[in-house]
């Protein structure tokens, strides 16, 4: 099948990663980990993740389009501050399909600048999958209210990831898919080193704590791979709107993963939240559609 590509299978791949991403960060926090050391920790090995399957070769002297990449890597470290505040604060079904909002702001930039073309399939559903976040937040406008410190984060991480994402497919080509990457993540490792050691007194704590050191280097690892794949489709590919919406069925994981794991919740509301889940697919399949 045409479209069945890296833009599509390398998203998909991301999407299962998150709710086990989200998991070991909600664990880690409830054994004392601030966020924080968390989100610091996670860009470090991310960063190293990606030093390890990239290779950068060439210089590290940084001028031209370098800084746009320079620049993408504060987007992606807000993207991550805000998005593991909102897994902390609330529902992770509802946080992980909020997410998919981010489709929308790669959409539109992308075909302000001409790098996707629009087209009904796209629109229709970008469309889709705001409707699918709605419901999965409860479908009401009470559903809204009581996750709204958790919608309300992800947006703002919604903002910062689609600017990221939208920036790697439009611009990373011009120095290269690899030099891009590493320079953005070498700029999130750098805040993040920063964040370490203003609160280097907590990081020597965890020495002694090896049980929260399973969910704080499992987040990290997790949020390393998941990011490099995601962000591999968006480079390699250039078609970022589609790879999100593609990575948008995260909330479909999400779904099954809490029901794997025995989550209670009430029946409406869990219904609610597999019919958002199913029309986030119905969103992608007509995205796919050609």
């Known amino acids: 099948m045409s479209w069945l590509s890296g833009a599509v299978l390398l998203p998909l ?11 070991c960060i909600q664990e880690g926090t ?8 968390i989100v610091a920790v996670a860009n470090l090995l991310t960063g190293l993740i990606f030093v390890s399957y990239l290779r950068p070769e060439g210089t590290w002297a940084i001028s031209g389009k370098d800084w746009w ?9 807000l993207g991550q501050w805000f998005s593991t505040h909102s897994v902390k604060r609330g529902d992770l079904a ?3 399909s909020a ?16 790098l996707e073309p629009s087209s009904w399939n796209l629109v229709t559903g970008v469309i889709l999958a705001t409707l699918a976040v709605f419901l999965v937040s409860g479908g009401s406008a009470e559903g809204w209210r009581t996750h709204r410190a958790t919608v309300g984060l992800t947006m703002v991480a919604c903002l910062s990831f689609g600017l990221n994402d939208f920036l790697t497919g439009w611009q990373s080509r011009e120095i290269g898919p690899a030099r891009w990457l590493i320079l953005m993540m070498g700029t999130s490792g750098m805040i993040s080193l920063g964040f370490l050691f203003h609160r280097r007194k907590e990081v020597r704590v965890l020495y002694r704590s090896p049980g929260v050191l399973v969910f704080l280097l499992g987040a990290g690892f997790l949020l390393g791979i998941q990011a490099l794949t995601v962000n591999l489709a968006f480079s390699r590919y ?11 069925s995260r909330g479909v994981m999400a779904v099954i ?9 009430d029946p409406r509301f869990v219904r609610k939240q597999t ?16």
């Open 13 to 23: 791949f991301g999407a299962a990663l998150h709710p086990l991403l989200g998991w």
């Open 30 to 37: 409830k054994r004392g980990v601030s966020l924080p050391v």
């Open 69 to 77: 990449a320079v620049g993408n890597g504060i987007f992606f470290f």
């Open 94 to 96: 509802v946080h992980s």
């Open 99 to 114: 997410l998919g909002m981010k489709v929308v702001i790669v959409g539109f930039c992308s075909m302000m600048v001409g």
């Open 238 to 248: 250039g078609q970022p709107t589609l790879s999100n919406v593609v990575y948008s």
């Open 257 to 265: 993963f809490l029901y794997l794991i025995g989550r209670k919740f």
């Open 275 to 290: 019919i958002g889940a199913v029309l986030m697919v119905v969103a992608l399949a007509v995205v796919l559609w050609t």
